[in-house]
């Protein structure tokens, strides 16, 4: 099994990621007012690009859902909007029900978290970051395990109540391409 370099965990099978995907970033991240739509407007980088379906996700077998990995490691570039485009592909297949269902719920607000950081917008990334921990605070309770898809939900839980006191005070330019805004390894899997 191969490894991305930028995940440090397992490639998965799916035919749709392939080497490109792990190196090739768009050339900015998307922050509402301030970047074309990627999608709407003809100079968005995704502009006119339709991809695959995606694969549901499978938490004990993680590694082969692509969008999932791919989200993570958009999220970890500072491309959030990206992310959270990633991950609601494999939100919608999931028919947005069931525990798998709420951690991707969670992690799509999170992106957006960081989208509003992106917009200096702290209120609303206080009130979002507020709905992820709900999220995972339910998925935790109706897990066994203290892992899930390959994350570890009570170290993640810390790591976001830990943000939650300093949301406020995290800095952004929305004009830079692309901006790193939430901490570092918010996501290590584990």
């Not at 999220?75 to 029900?97: I, P, T």
């Not at 935790?140 to 939650?164: D, I, K, M, N, V």
Request: charged share 20%; aromatic share 10%; net charge neutral.
């Amino acid at each position: 099994m191969e490894y991305s370099l930028r995940l440090g965990m397992p490639r998965p099978k799916g035919s749709c990621y392939n080497q490109s995907m792990a190196s090739s970033f768009p050339p900015y991240s998307f922050v509402p007012g301030y970047w074309p739509h990627p999608t709407r407007d003809t100079d968005g980088h995704s502009f006119n690009h339709s991809g695959a379906k995606a694969l549901p996700l499978d938490p004990k077998s993680w590694t082969d859902c692509p969008d999932y990995l791919r989200g993570i490691e958009l999220f970890d570039n500072g491309y959030y909007w990206e992310a959270h485009e990633s991950w609601e592909g494999v939100w919608l297949v999931l028919g947005r029900k069931g525990d798998t269902a709420l951690l991707l719920k969670a992690l799509i607000k999170l992106a957006a978290v960081g989208v509003k950081v992106r917009q200096q917008a702290p209120g609303a990334a206080r009130s979002l970051l507020g709905q992820v921990q709900g999220h995972l605070t339910a998925l935790q309770s109706s897990t066994t395990s203290g892992r899930y898809a390959g994350l570890h939900l009570e170290a993640l839980g810390h790591r976001l109540s830990q943000l939650h006191e300093k949301i406020e005070f995290l800095e952004s330019d929305p004009e830079l391409p692309v901006q790193k805004v939430l901490p570092e390894g918010l996501l290590a899997p584990q």
